[in-house]
């Protein structure tokens, strides 16, 4: 939906809010002045990621909680989470004082009993009178109330922290999974694979595994936008993006790059089963005809990929190793798509 059009700022603003506050109210998201940006960047129509993102957690019927929320708006309307990950790190020290706060505190306790001990050890060899020592038990017993209490009210405190604790690496998991994934493929997103593939070289560098990179684009992927608009571009990229999930196995890796191209690692595999595991994802993918709307079906027809694959060598990088990969790409594009090009090699 883009408002933009056709209206002063004022009006446009009011547009907005009539139709965003009442969605945010039926989807339970609480109205903040970061909730409220995302949702006004939604109905505005401009941001087509964002939009994109909403939709597609809006057809899974995904749960706008308060994680996915900061994730949109982290994503989409900041660009970068350096804010989120800093409360995250303000949380947790403020959950660390609290916890050497009561430490100190039984310390001192500990210390104050200590010295009692000490007291009373030297008042009984020095013949205390019935009085004194009298005294000397009601303090210790009054001491050893007070570090029964103070032992309980740790146990509590240490059982309500170790739930705070609990909630916030819950908390951090679920913000880095929003991080990580794209909303509207639930594939890994480009930076969960930058994260990947240095881990991935690292491993590579140790073990001296065999590796290879598929990069995967969806041919004329622009006509589906242009003729039958986004929302339909959208389910391209979904089936794509299944069919590439559903394909991949053990430590495979797959992600969307980013727009209509997609990269897959595939550790322990050389180039010339890279070529045939990217064959068979070619053949698979074009092999289903697909179509729009419920009653009157209207054929998309096939939808079919180049792909382009290179294996890992030494003193690569991520962008070293992506480079050759997406050369090869271009290659397989030139050579007419719907086909697999290997690296400075022809299909």
């Keep these: ?5 056709h209206l002063s700022e004022t009006e446009l603003s009011a547009r907005i809010l009539r139709h965003a506050v009442p969605k945010m109210s ?7 002045p ?3 940006s995302v949702w006004y960047e939604y109905y505005l129509g401009i941001n087509l990621d964002l939009k994109r993102a909403i939709d597609g957690l809006l057809a899974n019927e995904v749960s706008f909680t308060a994680t996915v929320c900061e994730g949109l708006f982290t994503t989409y309307i900041q660009q970068h989470s350096p804010e989120v990950m800093e409360n995250v790190q303000i949380e947790t020290q403020l959950l660390i004082n609290q916890l050497l706060a009561k430490i100190a505190g039984m310390s001192q306790g500990n210390v104050k009993f200590s010295s009692t001990l000490k007291a009373f050890d030297k008042a009984l060899k020095s013949n205390p009178s019935s009085e004194v020592l009298q005294q000397l038990v009601d303090d210790i017993t009054t001491e050893l109330d007070g570090i029964i209490d103070a032992n309980i009210a740790m146990d509590k405190s240490l059982n309500t922290i170790n739930q705070e604790v609990s909630a916030l690496k819950a908390e951090m998991s679920d913000l880095r999974s929003v991080v990580m994934t794209d909303q509207l493929t639930s594939l890994n997103n ?5 994260e990947e593939v240095i881990s991935h070289i690292d491993t590579f560098n140790q073990k001296e595994f065999e590796s290879s990179l598929l990069v995967v684009d969806i041919d004329h992927f622009k006509k589906f936008n242009d003729v039958h608009g986004h929302l339909i571009g959208d389910k391209v990229l979904t089936y794509v993006a299944q069919a590439l999930k559903q394909s991949v196995k053990g430590d495979d890796f797959v992600a969307r790059y980013g727009g209509e191209e997609f990269v897959i690692l595939l550790p322990n595999t050389g180039i010339d089963e890279a070529k045939i595991v990217a064959n068979n994802l070619r053949q698979k993918i074009a092999k289903r005809n697909l179509t729009i709307g419920k009653e009157k079906k209207l054929p998309l027809g096939n939808i079919t990929v180049s792909v382009g694959c290179a294996s890992l060598k030494y003193k690569d990088n991520k ?7 997406d050369e090869a790409l271009y290659r397989a594009k030139s050579a007419g798509r719907n086909c ?8």
């Design 190 to 194: 480009r930076r969960a694979f930058d």
């Design 319 to 325: 962008d070293s190793y992506f480079i050759r990969a």
């Design 26 to 32: 039926e989807l339970n998201i609480p109205v903040t």
């Design 34 to 36: 970061n909730n409220y």
């Design 1 to 5: 939906m883009d408002m933009a059009q």
């Design 340 to 347: 697999v090009m290997v690296e400075s090699e022809s299909n």
